[in-house]
């Protein structure tokens, strides 16, 4: 979902601008936390009643919220994101704990603090493609949350090896030509599945589960509407409206004979790594 922004800011830090709009979020990409699309995720997750879960990358609530119901009155779901729009979307959303943190070095609130190692399970969904400054911190706070008791179990679905194929490779080439620099820009990090087990194997993790699976996604508008929701604040953030339309515009075009069928319709190859991973109890 919604999550982490490339920065090397602190989670308790209220000065940085906070670049995800809930509600542009929910216009052009709400098939992130469709059903079609979080079934398998979720199904990994096997969330039961009395669990206690915490959701890194919560976005808006929306599978959060449901997760509440699974767990029941004897459990429960926190949320946590790093943008201050989606938190307020999710707790209207019906989310009931949630709060802004980074999840690269996660830190809980006071009032949140006694459930600070003591969750069953940690999920997150279409998040941690967004954690490229230190994907390990990541691991390492789901680590520190987690029960250590020999069933913690950390469970997720994110942009992996070739997620994007084409697409990204247009937008370096489109700001390459512009004379920026797109390795430094880009803020994604798709891992293969090789090199994201090595990453939680080497913080106590046991792999039971890592997989890529490729899947069409259709968008509900064009690929500058995609483009508004993903790029403009992150590899694009430096540009002015006009710098930015133009490479969206450009990029565009670059990607209509692989991404635009017949009719119009727009589509982008996403690739998911899911993974279900349990920490020792020796940790």
Not at 65 to 93: C, H, P, W, Y
Not at 145 to 166: P, S
Not at 229 to 243: K, N, Y
Request: net charge negative.
């Amino acid at each position: 979902m919604a999550s982490n922004t490339p920065s090397n800011t602190n989670s308790t830090t209220t000065e940085v601008k906070d670049t995800w709009s809930a509600e542009l979020y929910n216009k052009n990409a709400s098939f992130v936390y469709s059903p079609a699309f979080t079934s398998a995720v979720l199904s990994l997750l096997d969330a039961k009643p009395g669990e206690k879960i915490l959701d890194v990358g919560c976005g808006s609530g929306e599978i959060t919220a449901d997760l509440q119901k699974v767990v029941g009155e004897g459990g429960v779901v926190v949320g946590t994101d790093f943008s201050r729009d989606m938190i307020q979307k999710s707790k209207a959303n019906g989310v009931k704990y949630a709060f802004v943190a980074d999840a690269q070095a996660l830190e809980f609130p006071s009032d949140l603090q006694p459930h600070r190692g003591a969750f069953d399970a940690i999920f997150t969904n279409a998040a941690l493609h967004w954690c490229k400054r230190d994907p390990v911190g990541v691991i390492k706070s789901a680590k520190a949350a987690l029960k250590k008791d020999g069933k913690g179990r950390f469970v997720g679905e994110f942009g992996g090896y070739l997620n994007c194929v084409g697409l990204r490779g247009a937008i370096h080439s489109v700001l390459r030509k512009r004379g920026c620099d797109p390795y430094k820009l880009d803020p994604w990090y798709f891992p293969s599945t090789q090199d994201y087990q090595a990453l939680l194997e080497s913080e106590g993790f046991e792999v039971q589960h890592i997989s890529l699976t490729p899947r069409i996604t259709a968008l509900p508008g064009d690929l500058v509407s995609w483009q508004q929701t993903f790029c403009r604040e992150s590899w694009l953030a430096d540009m002015t409206d006009q710098e930015a339309e133009e490479v969206m515009k450009e990029v565009q075009g670059l990607c209509a004979v692989d991404c635009q069928d017949a009719s119009g319709k727009w589509a982008i190859m996403y690739v998911r790594l899911r993974f279900v991973a349990v920490l020792s109890q020796i940790v």
